[in-house]
């Protein structure tokens, strides 16, 4: 009995593929496993495969063209049988049936719409037609649909390891991928877990906190926090898109795919109301790193997304704004915790602040201090340094590299103005924060500065 | 002799007669050098005069005390127990020789080779087989396995007769149980000794030299299992060491010591239980040149001795002294020769069982190793008293505690004591064996009612979310 020659869902994402190549022609014969033509996928190349044996009696579809999943693009049957029932079916799909999860050809039924695998109401169904894609890719090629673990298993490749392994990677912010696993079948297990971290291969920075980061690190000896809780830390699940994201971007660039993003902020308000602060409250002091602290705090609790860490199979957002404060010392250079400063308020961040960082330069700190920050702030201004960027230290997913203030021409109200101008640019991990959201990070905290009482709001 | 085996393994018990099964499957010539008496034969201690008989006569004893215990309220009367020690020696015996007869039906089925004697190391490729009756002879090998065993201990002065002082091999054989007795050693053979001869309606007192009862498990199991006892009518002495003893009185004189003096205790028959020794004499190591560690052949984590193409396994090449752990390593020495060997011997999880009741059944660190070992500790500890599987068996004691580290949750130690645990350790040992954490184990559903619901809840209460206490 004939069959049809479909367009298999190879992957979770996949909604549509590019047939490269024609791995066989009509009128030759086939057995079942024999690879039948090449497709692109949204994630990768890969092959379809006859499952059952017969001979090719038509190619529907032309390489190079792009068609839904499900559609029929070629039959298989014995050379005198007749198959323009088939044939008429392939047409109908391939002018817009919906997508169909199930790559098995049998259970392709053209003409009957299958709601539940079909794209949300919102979403265009796939244009018709059988050439090239009439619709520019989207920037991130995938998206959330429904899928069996069974499916992503086959197409990912999952990770054997136990979970004491996992869990212990995931501490020490290891990538799974990267260790070597010696158990049963290449299974990682505990040993090389440990191999790594002692190692310091598969670890990205010497400073990186364990997996308690956050909710479970102890409060330090400072003062005690004022104000509730505004954070809460939990771990989400990961959509198929954020973890495409995640994949994709570390085989690009590494470990933690960083991007960058750089405003210019109007500092003039923010000194001129530290200022004014500082002879009120005389002879305490609130410094120009107090007011980046406390305004970095703010929006980190206002945009609880970047408070947060990846942690591997997981996106884990953190309980608290513990804000880490890179100071140089002799031969390198620590960053103190100041820990749940969106709790505090900026006299105490200031008081707070330079006493670890006084203790800092004295190399008096205690490991609990400085580690397990949820976000840096690196100010150089102090150098004049314009603008640099920072390399991020995990898992926090964050920091912000500060230049100096400094006077210059700027447009205001359609006239040439001077004004004291610093530039901030946020190192970002692309598998936690995206364009958008770092961007509206920034923009909240450009905001505070740029009119300090948001910070009071 | 033409012929040459590519291993001649010397000792059919349970490790020996694994290995050579073993090596056979893996297509090596292989022989396996044993006697065929009543005393030793296939099957080694295990089968013959160790854990399978004395499994047998601890049934009969679980029968004889759970109808005196329990017959009644369970509403199975009128309950007249009468023992016969004789037909459990009988029944005993039967299983032991039904399965002893079963791995001469494995060697056949394997093409092992069973070369009836007792073998000795003649020098590297050489072992000297001495039959019954006629003359040595030597047979040709690539590869030795030494499997030799282990035999009872006992203390001078103690020296075991065979009537008046007993080991365990004629302990399995007492088909006229005497009114009084005394186990001396309160380890896994020696509770176990005195839970079927207090059933059997013998005077049991034991004396342990250390402070509790199976003093190499978790402090608390100890506890339990002399309160259990005592509950029982027997009379157990830690903290107490055997001193001398007059077999000439009738009953004898046993004197013991412990920090507030001597005492005597009258018995009718003194049962060593103290332990076993590796059996190395008269096996030819040092003229092999294979070095020893203390009484044990010394061995690497794939059983090869100092010695190239010679191997150890089991009792004789250390401790623990159990069949299972010997069995092992008759794997992985078999693989290493055949040169398929996978995985070399892991000793850290390796459970230990006590078949007395209360069963008791531990494996991996206790809390105070995994302190000492730098772990931070994180107990989850459920008590049977109250387990409904526990309640309707009559033996609600006991309790499976699991002990994990506090970090990632790991179960690094198991331990047990209760109604039918020596069947929930294999669920423990896989945990480990696979580095399962306590969230596993608990997120799995148990079956209801079960004794191994025991072990979800003690993984539950290592997070403090135990549902049932």
Not at chain 2, 260 to 270: L, M
Request: charged content about 25%; proline content about 6%; hydrophobic content about 40%.
């Amino acid at each position: 009995m004939a069959t049809k020659i479909v367009m298999a869902q190879l992957s979770p994402t996949m909604e549509e593929g590019r047939l490269l190549e024609w791995k066989v022609k009509e009128g030759d014969r086939v057995e079942p496993s024999d690879i039948l033509a090449e497709i692109e996928t949204d994630k990768a190349n890969m092959d379809i495969e006859a499952l059952k044996g017969g001979v090719v009696r038509s190619i529907l579809v032309e390489a190079g063209a792009t068609v839904p999943v499900g559609a029929i693009i070629g039959i298989l049957g014995e050379p005198d049988e007749d198959i323009s029932d088939l044939l008429a079916e392939a047409e109908a799909s391939l002018s817009g049936t919906p997508p169909v999860e199930d790559a098995e050809p049998e259970a392709v039924a053209a003409g009957e719409p299958e709601p539940a695998a079909g794209p949300p109401p919102s979403e265009p169904a796939p244009e018709p037609g059988t050439t090239a894609p009439s619709e520019p890719a989207p920037e991130v090629p995938v998206r959330e649909i429904e899928h069996s673990q069974v499916a992503e298993s086959s197409v990912t490749g999952r990770i054997r390891v136990s979970p004491v392994a996992r869990r212990m990677a995931e501490g020490a912010n290891l990538d799974l991928g990267a260790i070597t696993g010696t158990g049963p079948g290449g299974r990682i297990v505990k040993s090389d877990v440990e191999k790594a971290i002692a190692d310091g291969s598969a670890r990205p920075a010497p400073a990186a906190a364990p997996a308690e980061t956050g909710a479970a690190t102890p409060a330090p000896t400072v003062a005690a926090a004022i104000g509730p809780a505004r954070l809460e830390a939990r771990d989400l699940d990961l959509s198929m898109m954020r973890k495409s994201i995640a994949r994709r971007l570390t085989e690009s660039i590494g470990p933690v795919p960083h991007f960058f993003l750089t405003s210019e902020i109007d500092m003039g308000r923010a000194l001129d109301m530290r200022h004014e602060l500082n002879q009120r409250i005389a002879p305490e002091k609130v410094g120009v790193n107090d007011l980046l602290v406390k305004a970095t705090a703010e929006a980190l609790a206002r945009h609880p997304e970047i408070n947060a860490s990846w942690a591997g199979d997981r996106i884990r957002r953190h309980g608290s704004a513990d804000i880490g404060i890179a100071v140089a010392v002799e031969d390198g250079l620590i960053t103190p915790v100041l820990r749940e400063a969106d709790r505090k308020g900026l006299i105490q961040i200031a008081r707070e602040s330079a006493d670890l960082v006084a203790r800092a330069r004295d190399r008096k700190l205690v490991p609990e201090e400085y580690q397990g920050a949820t976000f840096s702030v690196s100010n150089l201004g102090m150098f004049e340094i314009d603008q640099f960027t920072a390399i991020i230290n995990p898992p926090e997913a964050g920091i912000l590299a500060v230049g100096s203030t400094i006077e210059k021409p700027v447009v205001m109200d359609g006239a040439v103005v001077i004004r004291r101008r610093m530039r901030v640019t946020m190192s970002c991990d692309h598998r936690v924060i995206d364009g958008a959201s770092g961007a509206r990070f920034l923009r909240t905290f450009r905001a505070m500065l740029e009119n300090p009482l948001e910070m009071l709001i | 002799m033409a012929d040459v085996f590519d291993v001649v393994v010397i000792g059919a018990g349970p490790a020996g007669y694994v290995c050579a099964i073993r090596a056979a499957q893996l297509g090596l010539r292989t022989a396996c050098v044993e006697s065929d008496s009543y005393e030793g034969g296939l099957g080694g201690t295990c089968l013959n005069w160790g854990c399978i008989p004395a499994k047998a006569l601890l049934e009969s004893a679980a029968l004889a005390q759970n109808l005196k215990e329990h017959g009644e309220e369970m509403g199975v009367r009128p309950i007249d127990v009468e023992y016969d020690m004789g037909a459990a020696v009988d029944r005993s015996r039967f299983i032991s020789e039904k399965l002893t007869k079963g791995i001469g039906f494995l060697f056949k089925k394997n093409g092992v080779e069973h070369i009836v004697g007792r073998g000795r190391i003649a020098a590297a490729g050489k072992v000297e087989v001495t039959p019954a009756e006629g003359d040595p002879r030597i047979v040709e090998t690539k590869n030795i396995v030494i499997a030799t065993g282990a035999v009872m201990k006992s203390f001078p002065g103690f020296e075991i007769d065979g009537e008046k002082v007993i080991g365990s091999r004629e302990a399995l054989a007492l088909r006229n149980p005497p009114e009084k007795m005394v186990v001396v050693g309160g380890g896994y053979v020696g509770v176990e000794f005195a839970d079927v001869f207090n059933a059997f309606g013998v005077e049991v007192t034991i004396v342990e030299a250390l402070d509790s009862l199976v003093p190499l498990a978790d402090a608390e199991i100890g506890k339990t299992l002399a309160r259990s006892y005592k509950k029982r009518g027997m009379t157990i002495r830690t903290g107490t060491k055997v001193k001398s003893l007059d077999r000439e009185a009738s009953p004898m004189i046993l004197t013991v010591e412990t920090d507030k003096g001597e005492e005597r205790i009258e018995t009718d028959v003194v049962l060593m239980a103290v332990g076993r020794s590796p059996m190395t004499d008269g096996l030819g190591l040092e003229e092999a040149g294979v070095e020893k560690n203390g009484p044990w052949v010394r061995i690497d984590e794939w059983c090869q001795t100092s010695v190239p193409g010679i191997y150890a396994i089991g009792d004789v090449a250390g401790e623990p002294m159990l069949a299972h752990k010997g069995s092992h390593e008759g794997i992985v020495a078999a693989e290493k020769i055949a040169g398929v060997a996978h995985h070399p011997m892991r000793y850290d999880n390796i459970p230990s069982v006590g078949y007395c009741h209360p069963e008791v059944a531990t494996i991996g660190l206790t809390e105070e190793e995994a302190k000492e070992a730098g772990y931070e500790v994180k107990v989850g500890k459920y008590p049977l008293t109250a387990h409904g599987r526990a309640l309707t068996a009559g033996h609600p004691e006991g309790f499976v505690k699991i002990v994990a580290d506090a970090k990632y949750g790991e179960v690094l130690g198991v331990h047990m004591i209760g109604y039918n645990v020596s069947e929930l350790i294999g669920e423990a040992g896989m945990a480990r064996a696979l580095e399962s954490t306590v969230e596993e184990i608990a997120a799995h559903p148990h079956a209801h009612p079960s004794m191994a619901e025991a072990v979800m809840e003690a993984a539950l209460a290592a997070m403090d979310r135990a549902i049932h206490m």
